[in-house]
């Protein structure tokens, strides 16, 4: 892995001023890399996210001490528009789509922030009918008829039409069926291997996401209890004590 893309340095997040989303949280991702935020319910995993993206404030959050740097720059006076200029991207909890607009129209609206010429919009749409053969099959259908994993590769091939250089995903696998949470990751896994772009994804599903990631952050009670790579962390059996056997014995369907 090369010198790192992005650079979370202590932060602190709070929300309403009082409420305390996360404290000391450092995290890094380099080029090329795959790495997992981890941990149960409530442990900061989405306010780090939303951190990073600059939509802290969406839910009346903001950083009190930290800072979050991409490619040397420091992110806390760009707005999240910015970031996806720059290569920033992220999926949100909850597969967003215009429900009202075509699977296409969706993904189409992905590529405009770029002010492509129509040769290159219709490329980078194939691009991901390639890698969503899925999606081509139901590109006239209203996005908010499809499957809830369809909607999830409509959110997802939607931010990749940004061409990102950083992925954030949040709880891809989230009241998904584990055979299409299983494509999912296999997908995200070929963008970063054939494509290189660097993913963050928060997973509440440890096994599964520890596959596919190169390292992993552990979150708890907005603080970070363990890091380093997947396969030492899957090994440690630290993580079966943290989960309590919730995510870790794989019950999330």
């Known amino acids: 892995m090369s010198a790192s893309f992005l650079d979370v340095e202590s932060i602190e997040a709070v929300y309403g001023a009082s409420i305390l989303g996360l404290r000391d949280v450092s995290l890094s991702v380099a080029k090329g890399e795959i790495v997992a935020l981890i941990g149960p319910n409530g442990a900061g995993k989405t306010t780090t996210l939303r951190a990073i993206s600059n939509l802290l404030g969406a839910q009346r959050g903001s950083l009190r001490r930290g800072a979050i740097r991409w490619q040397g720059e420091a992110t806390g006076r760009l707005d999240p528009a910015d970031l996806v200029a720059r290569g920033i991207v992220q999926v949100l909890e909850g597969r967003h789509v215009f429900g009202q607009l075509t699977v296409e129209e969706n993904l189409l609206t992905g590529g405009y922030l770029r002010r492509p010429s129509r040769r290159q919009l219709a490329d980078d749409l194939e691009r991901i009918y390639a890698w969503f053969p899925r999606l081509k099959q139901r590109r006239g259908a209203k996005a908010g008829l499809t499957s809830g994993g369809e909607q999830q590769m409509v959110a997802i091939g939607r931010a990749l ?32 291997r054939e494509e290189g ?47 309590l056997g919730g995510a870790e014995a794989g019950t999330r369907h």
């Open 161 to 192: 039409m940004t061409r990102p250089t950083l992925l954030l995903l949040d709880e891809p696998s989230m009241g998904l069926a584990p055979i299409i949470v299983a494509e999912i990751f296999e997908i995200v896994a070929r963008l970063n």
């Open 197 to 243: 772009v660097s993913v963050l994804v928060a997973e509440q599903n440890a096994n599964l996401v520890l596959d596919h990631a190169h390292r992993a952050v552990v979150l708890e009670s907005g603080r970070v209890v363990a890091s380093g790579s997947s396969a030492d962390l899957a090994a440690s059996g630290r993580l079966g004590a943290l989960y």
